[in-house]
């Protein structure tokens, strides 16, 4: 560990004094002429002018040259941290394992990126993030902001050091196709996404990462989920990521007496996820110029691996206006139950949601309970008080289905919201409820989409 942080250190330094070079000569440089000089017209060497741009960029760079200082320093601080074992408030274990020990994850760091970019309530956004993390060395806040805005800077910078700041350098329009004109703005998202993540697996080297954007509020228990979820991601190779989100998390969807209830699925839900540095590697290559989320939900990403989701959402979105322009937000998002009572995970056994015993469990759960049909549950004529099972046959018959139940009926590459195996477990009226195909389902179709 020494060894790595010397070498990070050399680095930096490195970079530090090539920026300070690079300032030197352009303070040195010879500024433009002024082309109303006469003695310019005659060949003589008139006087020389210093631009506002050179200043700015003085400036710029100067400002730059702090923050990369700022994050050398916290970086520094984290690996003596670490190699002096020091002492952590009694409720946290105080021994750090070998890297290659599963169960170090109680104690590693985990970064919340922050994605930010126009909205000065992102406030909403850290307020909760700082008062709900547990310890502010294993959970370091780093804020990536786009867009440059002064206002947003201006409350990000109020936290002091209590949250890491970084900006995205470009700030230019993206090229895009005449017929994306007007998604401009996914355009930069993505581009956003792959400069932040980059800065966090890349350049700060960190092993996983919780991804956050500025217009979500998080519960009580968002810290304890995402570390016990952690070593199912490292030991279970068909898990690629795991969400705070429910898609289908309204409150009269879910059971809030059942908040400890964790699935496994198909659907990327974002909204608060988790991924590993191994799967930044993978996909960062390849990371698309826009519609990122989307992206992330073709076969060709997801390869057939799943994410874990809560039954009731650790996350609620507070942002109607962005660039979707509140696409979804007044009939569903607003809806979305937040998590409200503190749950122990990493005191559970969470070893069920490995792929074999859960599909062993979960599959026969939902085809033992009887088939009820649509007209029954909305009249509540079923006699029966567990669970029980609404079958569809396509397409057409499960959004039909879906959208009586108050569901969000969009399929993306086929693949429903909250879906396993092409299952989709809500409550209806009090009961359990799994929307589900026929028991010899093959696989999703993508021309559902």
């Known amino acids: 560990m020494l060894k790595k942080s010397t070498l990070a250190l050399g680095g930096a330094a490195l970079f530090l004094a090539w920026n300070g070079l690079l300032l030197l000569f352009l303070w040195s440089r010879p500024g433009p002429r002024d082309p109303r000089d006469p003695r310019d017209s005659s060949g003589g060497s008139g006087p020389l002018l210093l631009p506002a741009q050179l200043l700015q960029l003085a400036q710029d760079a100067e400002a730059e040259l702090r923050l990369q200082r700022q994050l050398l320093l916290q970086i520094q601080k984290l690996s003596q941290q670490k190699r002096q074992k020091t002492p952590k408030p009694p409720q946290i274990s105080t021994t750090i394992k070998d890297d290659d020990d599963d169960d170090d994850d109680d ?155 964790l699935y496994r699925t198909d659907f990327f839900p974002g909204l608060g996820w988790l991924l590993l540095a191994e799967l930044w590697q993978e996909l960062e290559p390849k990371w698309p110029p826009a519609f990122w989320d989307d992206w992330m939900r073709r076969p060709e990403q997801r390869r057939g691996r799943s994410c874990v989701r809560p039954e009731v959402s650790r996350t609620v979105t507070f942002g109607r206006k962005g660039v979707s322009h509140g696409q979804f937000f007044d009939q569903y998002l607003k809806f979305i139950k937040l998590n409200d009572r503190f749950v122990p995970f990493t005191k559970m056994d969470l070893s069920y949601l490995k792929k074999e015993r859960y599909e062993r469990s979960f599959l026969l759960q939902v085809y033992s309970a009887p088939e009820v049909t649509l007209e029954q549950l909305q009249k509540g004529t079923v006699k029966d008080p567990g669970p029980v099972r609404l079958q569809y046959r396509g397409r057409d018959s499960f959004k039909a289905s879906a959208k009586a139940l108050g569901l969000m009926d969009d399929l993306k590459s086929g693949v429903p919201r909250a879906g396993y195996r092409g299952v989709v477990s809500v409550v209806c009226r009090g009961r359990r409820v799994f929307l589900a195909p026929p028991s010899d389902w093959t696989g999703y179709d993508p021309s559902w989409s």
Do not use: M
């Open 107 to 261: 104690e590693e760091v985990i970064p919340v990126l922050v994605l930010a970019c126009d909205r000065s309530s992102v406030r909403r956004c850290l307020d909760k993030l700082l008062r709900y993390r547990p310890s502010a060395r294993r959970f370091p806040v780093i804020v990536s902001q786009d867009c440059g805005h002064a206002e947003t800077a201006a409350v990000i910078a109020s936290y002091g050091p209590a949250v890491a700041h970084i900006r995205q350098p470009d700030l230019s329009d993206v090229p895009v196709p005449p017929e994306h004109r007007k998604f401009q703005g996914y355009y930069k998202i993505s581009r956003h996404y792959r400069w932040a993540l980059g800065q966090v697996f890349g350049a700060l080297r960190y092993r996983a990462a919780i991804v956050v954007e500025d217009d979500l509020e998080v519960a009580p228990d968002f810290f304890e989920y995402f570390q016990a979820v952690l070593p199912l991601l490292r030991k279970d190779p068909s898990l690629w990521c795991a969400s705070a989100w429910n898609d289908n998390g309204k409150e009269a969807l879910v059971d809030p007496g059942r908040a400890e209830l």
